[in-house]
């Protein structure tokens, strides 16, 4: 079975955020047995980086390398993306999400995905910052051997939701009226390069992080080489000999 779709929760049940606490939380509840869980962390106040840590289940979730998207200019905001790709508590879970505690408005937004193998991981991650037309953008998994999924998040600074590209399905959707923030994943998932993120005409604020999950690279010693030691764009790297 490869990576898929599970479920998606939220922080808040209004549209509103988390403003002036140190933290804050809710229940997620997979409906199947999660292999992997990606946090979504949106600032629709400013283009600052304020959060400093999520946990999903008591477990520290990591920062996705390179998965900090802002918007600089006029209505500021930024995406942010945390994922944990191995000992999942199973069952339904708490997220908490630290930050600083100041007026800054926080939404976040997480996602579960099941998968075959214990352990997923996150590849292909794309930007697409500052004033430009919310699009889909070509993410690569670099994965030889099963489909993966991808999803994209954002914030818009436009009135209106950008909506999914056609490749893309919504799975949630905050109006906050002159700021917008969705969540999108790959309809049918895949391998190599496929699209996914969102479509409209209107060029404006725009902060959106784009990203694969894709079942973990196994590491296997053999004849005293670590084999693979890197998969990329669907090439296998042999590592070197151990000594």
Request: proline residues 4%.
């Amino acid at each position: 079975m490869p990576v898929a779709y599970d479920n998606v929760s939220e922080s808040h049940t209004l549209i509103t955020g988390s403003i002036s606490e140190a933290s804050f939380q809710w229940t997620h509840t997979p409906i199947g047995i999660p292999k992997g869980i990606l946090v979504f962390v949106f600032n629709s106040s400013d283009d600052a980086d304020i959060i400093t840590g999520v946990t999903y289940g008591g477990v520290s979730m990591v920062a996705v390398s390179g998965g900090l998207a802002a918007d600089t200019a006029n209505e500021q905001g930024n995406c942010k993306a945390y994922f944990l790709g191995k000992n999942i508590p199973s069952g339904a879970q708490q997220v908490v999400v630290t930050r600083t505690n100041n007026l800054n408005e926080v939404y976040a937004v997480s996602i579960s995905v099941t998968a075959s193998v214990n352990i997923t991981e996150v590849t292909g991650v794309t930007l697409q910052q500052n004033n430009q037309a919310p699009a889909q953008a070509s993410i690569d998994d670099g994965t030889l051997y099963s489909n993966s999924q991808r999803f994209a998040g954002a914030f818009y600074g436009g009135s209106g939701l950008p909506g999914a590209g056609a490749n893309s399905t919504a799975i949630a959707d905050i109006d906050f009226g002159l700021r917008t923030i969705q969540v999108v994943r790959e309809t049918t998932p895949g391998q190599g390069s496929r699209l996914v993120g969102f479509t409209n005409a209107t060029s404006d604020d725009w902060a959106c992080v784009l990203l694969a999950i894709r079942e973990a690279v196994p590491t296997l010693k053999l004849n005293n080489y670590l084999f693979p030691s890197s998969v990329s764009a669907g090439v296998i790297s042999i590592g070197e000999k151990i000594r």
